[in-house]
């Protein structure tokens, strides 16, 4: 009888899906809500397009690094895989874990309930001010709002989808993206032609509150701001090994889809500064929605909500599908719940990870703690992340000789400076919370013990 062939993960992916993959993953709510905030730090327009233009560098300095490692270590797991192969099994262990616990679980549930949210604006029932249901536990009261109940049924939904296959995620997911960058598009063309309510002066004098050190703290407040709404830039490398030739499309999807979202952050805050004086703009919530109704009208904030919904969604699809791909190679080194290793033999996918991701990440999303447990993670992630850049000189000193397809272009400046800027956001982050960096760190520590247990048993 002929041997059978245990299932394995579909390589379908093309340098244009992961493009797509990169874009669907940065691109949510960010950069709808983010400008107003940099303007508030950071009140000089100019100033403002030159920190996104540092992110967009910045970014593309990290998938050119990523990138390499990636093309070295050609599977499913990301940053899991990185880090163990750099630093051992422990360091990806405790990135899996964090993950699993609150930095894509956490993140797939704020994105959900933000897709809640806006989609409130349009259906009432689930806006996040109807609230469903009440129920008390001594103290504290456990309620349930719209924005919950759209953020589970999208979240099954989306799951349900890309259980069906990775063709069929990835096709969803392709579809939204380019329906995204039209919208987001659309808004920058007519922005862009229409006569502006605001006439931005890019070259103005700096204003006297940021003379001296004040001007390179406020920039670096608003470079933050920036790079935060960069963050998912990485997600292609946990679907590595579903690419037809990851050496090669790797690195080429994060560099095309890095690039396409720097312009794109360029030209719509380039809109948003025509729409709105700065005085006005500094400290604006919703400053994409107030730009378009600036600019269009009543109708055309109905509109911008319409491209926000969209994006939520994308985005929560992206999240999904590349995240799952961490669980399925810890459980198969024995390092995560067995089960999670399983792979569908129909589908191709790594089904029991991405109901188990999704499961919890709807437990987070109706518990309501997910903001306050991603708020102490964010310390840990971009410890996770600098740790990575790190990686690409660790292994170019601990293994010179593994085959490298892509090399990254401009090392040790380009990773070096990546890992430097990583370095920089660690100690601001600690400096500036550093409560929550702690409690991040004790999360992260909680997963010493359960290493261990799954260690001694993978030895068994």
């Not at 399983?342 to 903001?371: C, E, M, N, R, Y």
Request: aromatic share 12%.
């Amino acid at each position: 009888m002929p041997e059978s062939k245990s299932p394995s993960l579909s390589r379908s992916l093309t340098a244009r899906d992961g493009a797509l993959l990169t874009i669907g993953s940065i691109i949510g709510t960010g950069i709808f809500l983010t400008t107003g905030h940099m303007a508030m730090a950071l009140p000089h327009p100019g100033l403002i397009l030159l920190a996104w233009v540092a992110g967009g560098l910045l970014t593309i300095a990290g998938a050119l690094s990523y990138g390499e490692l990636g093309a070295m270590f050609p599977r499913a797991g990301g940053l899991y895989v990185f880090l163990k192969e750099a630093y051992g099994p422990l360091w990806g262990f405790l990135y899996g874990w964090t993950a699993f616990l609150v930095i894509m679980s956490g993140g797939i549930a704020a994105i959900g309930v933000a897709f809640g949210d806006v989609l409130g604006g349009f259906i009432p029932y689930f806006a996040a001010s109807n609230r469903i249901a009440a129920l008390p536990f001594g103290s504290w009261t456990w309620t349930l709002a719209g924005s919950q109940v759209a953020a589970v049924l999208a979240i099954l939904a989306l799951t349900a989808i890309n259980h069906l296959g990775l063709r069929a995620g990835s096709g969803m997911q392709n579809v939204l993206t380019w329906i995204k960058i039209g919208s987001i598009l659309g808004l920058a063309i007519f922005g862009l032609t229409h006569s502006a309510p605001a006439a931005p002066h890019y070259f103005a004098a700096i204003p006297g509150q940021l003379a001296g050190t004040a001007l390179f703290t406020a920039f670096g407040v608003a470079m933050i701001s920036a790079l935060w709404t960069f963050d998912g830039w990485y997600g292609l490398t946990f679907s590595a090994g579903e690419m037809k030739n990851p050496s090669r499309d790797l690195p080429w999807g994060l560099l095309v889809g890095t690039v396409v979202v720097t312009a794109i952050y360029l030209v719509v805050n380039t809109v948003y500064l025509r729409a709105l004086p700065i005085a006005q703009m500094a400290g604006l919530e919703k400053v994409g929605e107030a730009s378009a109704t600036a600019l269009f009208g009543a109708a055309g904030g109905r509109l911008l909500g319409v491209a926000v919904l969209l994006s939520c969604l994308g985005s929560l699809a992206s999240t999904i599908l590349y995240s799952s791909r961490i669980y399925q190679p810890m459980a198969a080194d024995g390092l995560f719940f067995r089960r999670l290793a399983a792979i569908d033999p129909k589908t191709h996918v790594p089904a029991a990870s991405l109901w188990a991701q999704s499961g919890w990440a709807i437990v987070l999303a109706l518990s309501g703690t997910f903001v306050q447990l991603y708020t102490y993670v964010v310390f840990a992630s971009i410890l996770f992340q600098a740790a990575v850049g790190a990686a690409v000189f660790v292994l170019r000193v601990k293994r010179p000789d593994l085959p490298r397809p892509y090399r990254a272009w401009g090392f040790p400046l380009v990773p070096g400076l990546f890992l430097l800027t990583s370095l920089a956001l660690v100690v601001t982050t600690l400096s500036e919370k550093p409560a929550e960096s702690l409690w991040g760190l004790g999360l992260v520590a909680l997963g010493l013990p359960a290493y261990a247990i799954w260690r001694r048993r993978a030895l068994e």
